[in-house]
């Protein structure tokens, strides 16, 4: 984002340490307080995991990481910061203090958060300096992974503040939803206390255990809510007549006693204890990081899943790649050799019964290497907006060893053949670091314009590329059995 280059983060827990990893990540340099004499090496761990996760999120490359410092005081975190998270303990009183001190320390124009998962702004900022430029941007664990970010406003917070703040979170690849009413707990929480308040009473009640009433959700409702909410899902349940036709025929149970949300069970020793030991048992031995790299695992699939159909955080996602490819770099190859644009690890997920990566998963690894290959001469996503697109209308693929789950792969890329609307490229997928190959691949491409369907030449400046690239490698060894077709000898 313009202007935002520096973040300043009070706080290195849970939830501070996503923040760090989240901007970090992202290109942002982190300047961060905390007073755990263990928080560098806390956010590390966590920082391996948030680069595992990513990696796998997005085929976009990410910005160069930014540089972290862990310095001694939130005067210190803010003092050249052009943001600033705070992530301190749920406490009132100490997240008061951090920010007036704070906010005397920083520039006025920086715009501050807090990530509090309930305290009311109005609150927070009444003893700051230039009250204006706070906000909460309540996140959700992983920080670094989950998207969405809750923006309130307090009764002295400006809008403009709120915009920016929520077009800070996009550049994160977040999704800011603005909380228009100043309410304790925002909307989310109020919606995950009201079930955790019922799950309490289940469990005391001795109706379910722990690892009953999560299943209850991660097996039906919970699938629906990742990508609709509870009124278009109910709308859908009624029907074709719609919300009218459920309210009508499912509001009056709203009147019977099946909640006691209204009450919640005394927190005895006896429950307490219930509830430890229920959850030590769902864990089955799993530590805190194995958790979170499962947790993290079924997040990327579910999100690529949404992506795959432009839906829900699909949609932002596309959104977010498509700002990470365009602002990426070129990358600074020399022509006049194969061109290495293309990196893949390959992924549990992507093998068959015998632990090999799938055809189709190899042919999705060659897609990217083209789809890199075409960014490298211009064709982006600016380029296909304009209604013209190269499309394959040849492939031949031969798959010469396995390749098995965690391998590091590299493609090398070969302009065989480049003429007025067709571009005939080789790919070399080889493994890391031995440099075995693995699969070759010949994809035909044939430019067209895309309101037409029909053959066209590229446009002049990238014909010009894409024929400086082929003259460059006109001179390189042509592949072994490149052009041969599939046939019995």
């Not at 100043?182 to 929480?189: M, N, S, Y």
């Not at 955790?196 to 289940?202: F, N």
């Not at 031949?396 to 965690?406: E, F, N, Q, S, T």
Request: hydrophobic letters at 40%; proline letters at 6%.
């Amino acid at each position: 984002m313009d202007g935002i280059r520096t973040v300043g983060l009070i706080g290195a827990g849970v939830i501070g340490g996503g923040w760090a990893a989240r901007c970090l990540l992202n290109g942002y340099d982190v300047v961060l307080s905390d007073p755990d004499p263990e928080a560098e090496r806390k956010i590390g761990a966590m920082l391996e995991n948030a680069r595992r996760a990513l990696w796998r999120l997005t085929v976009a490359p990410l910005p160069k990481e930014g540089k972290l410092t862990i310095v001694s005081s939130p005067a210190e975190a803010v003092e050249n910061a052009d943001f600033v998270q705070e992530s301190a303990p749920e406490r009132e009183d100490l997240k008061i203090k951090l920010l007036a001190e704070a906010s005397r320390a920083a520039r006025p124009d920086v715009i501050f958060a807090s990530s509090t998962s309930g305290l009311l702004p109005t609150r927070l900022q009444s003893e700051m300096v230039h009250p204006e430029r706070f906000t909460v941007g309540h996140p959700f664990n992983p920080v670094y992974l989950m998207p969405l970010v809750e923006v309130c406003g307090g009764d002295k917070t400006s809008m403009e503040t709120k915009e920016k703040a929520m077009a800070f979170y996009r550049t994160l690849g977040m999704h800011p939803l603005h909380v228009r009413k100043e309410i304790d707990g925002f909307i989310a929480d109020r919606m995950m206390e009201a079930l955790w308040r019922e799950a309490l009473w289940m469990v005391n009640d001795g109706v379910a255990t722990a690892q009953e009433i999560d299943d209850a959700i991660r097996f039906g409702p919970g699938l629906r809510w990742s990508f609709m909410g509870t009124f278009l899902i109910y709308r859908i349940a009624g029907g074709e007549a719609g919300m009218r036709h459920f309210m009508a025929q499912f509001g009056p149970s709203l009147k019977w006693p099946w909640t006691k949300l209204m009450d919640v069970p005394e927190l005895t020793e006896e429950l307490l204890d219930t509830i430890c030991a229920q959850s030590d048992e769902q864990a089955a031995g799993a530590d805190l990081r194995a958790l979170e790299r499962l947790r993290d695992d079924c997040l990327v699939g579910i999100f690529q899943g949404l992506k795959v159909r432009d839906y829900g955080y699909g949609s932002d996602l596309i959104a977010y790649e498509k700002m990470l490819l365009d602002q990426a770099p070129p990358p600074a190859l020399d022509p006049t050799r194969p061109l290495m644009l293309h990196r893949a690890t390959v992924m549990p997920e992507w093998t068959d019964i015998n632990g090999r990566m799938t055809e189709a998963r190899t042919v999705e690894v060659f897609t990217n290497a083209t789809a890199a290959l075409l960014r490298y001469v211009g064709i982006d996503t600016v380029y296909v907006a304009q209604g013209h697109a190269c499309t394959t209308v040849e492939t031949l693929i031969r798959h010469l060893a396995p390749a098995r789950a965690g391998a590091r792969m590299l493609v090398q890329t070969q302009v065989l053949h480049a003429d007025s609307d067709l571009l005939h490229l080789h790919h070399t997928l080889l493994r890391e670091p031995d440099s075995e190959r693995v699969a070759t691949v010949e994809h035909m491409l044939h430019h067209v314009n895309t309101y037409t369907a029909e053959s066209s030449p590229p446009r002049p400046d990238i014909a010009r590329r894409i024929q400086a690239l082929a003259t460059a490698q006109a001179a390189l060894p042509r592949p072994a059995r490149s052009g041969r077709a599939i046939g019995m000898r």
